[in-house]
């Protein structure tokens, strides 16, 4: 226990008097936590310049463009021609066309289905879908308004009209992410893998500055007495910078959170140990603290990439699914999205829950193995 002690003490005196690592686990958990989610604060499309073309000149395609108008995503601005409209998309002035073609309002009346069409910037995919889904919503509500009123005229009861034009009403609800806006989806995933990035970073940056400085332990010391010590300093910081990112950063953004905090504890622990010893496994190649910053800066990219919410796993090649389970992002973000933000429990999701325990396992051993290996060849460890 007193080897234990000295050994803790020293681990956090190195970390504290490691300006680099300090900076990455203040300023860097602050900065992120808030400048990442910042620029989509106002992730929900609202007043989007879109053109309208309308050659029909009726009541009806007046209606349809005012109705237009008049939703809180779209900003209608009339355009003579197509030619103009596109010389307009070209300019940025407008994201969008709304092609009303002529004889729109005879079409309709006739019980024929005209054609509207509708050409949105695909570059954006938030506008291409803004103005997809509002044209089309608007022009189908008032074209069958047209056909109700044309079969009342002929004797239809209007209620009869009403299940002849639609017999399903629809109504859609975003679930788990209420605003439907891009920082619910996005930004919790992206604060578990920013969590495993800055530990790793912490773990790896202490490790080479160690062997470029010298640093090292008594040579009675045991193996388990170093890894307990060590893991004990990285669970540490990884509470603090984990409690940064999942309630602060939340709630100034107004990221809907479900279920209780003890749910998502208790898969955090797993997920913590196993960042640590995964760190502590890799240190065995960290020497230069210059390699480190690069390598991480490398693999955070790839990282989110297997970590599955962007790109689903039955989609990706069966040897990179399996590969992205040795990484504890993986299981990690995909967790805590449920856990978080759809109230699932443990139980819902216990085959990441199993592998980050199966990590735990075997990133205990590599660690022990790790450690060993560099007290043998005389490595001065951290």
Known sequence: MKNYLSILKLEYRRIIFDMLSITIIFVGTAFYSFYYPFPYENDIVRKMPVAIVDLDKSDLSSTVVTMLNNTESLKVMQYPSMEEAKKAVYLRDVFGIIYIPDEFYKQVAKGESPTVSVFADGSYFILYSTAITAATQIVLMTAAGVKIQKMSMLGVPITDALLLQSAVNVTSKPVFNPRAGYVGFVAPAIYAI???????????????????????????????????????????????????????????????????????????????????LFGITLSVFARDRDAVLLVMLMTSIPFVMLAGFIWPHWMMPDWIKYFSYLIPSTPGVTGFLYIRQMGAGITDIMPKYINLWIQVAVYTVTAVMAIRWQQKQKQFLI
Not at 244 to 269: D, K, R
């Open 194 to 276: 920013i969590v495993q990035q800055i530990l790793l970073m912490v773990i790896l940056l202490v490790h080479a500055a160690g062997y470029e400085r010298g640093y090292g332990y008594p040579e009675n010391t045991s193996t388990f007495t170093i890894l307990c010590a060590k893991i004990t300093v990285y669970m540490t910081i990884f509470a603090a910078v984990f409690s940064f990112f999942f309630t602060i950063g939340p709630m100034v953004f107004g990221i809907q959170l479900h279920n209780s905090l003890l749910e998502a504890v208790m898969f955090a622990i797993p997920y913590g140990l196993s960042i640590a």
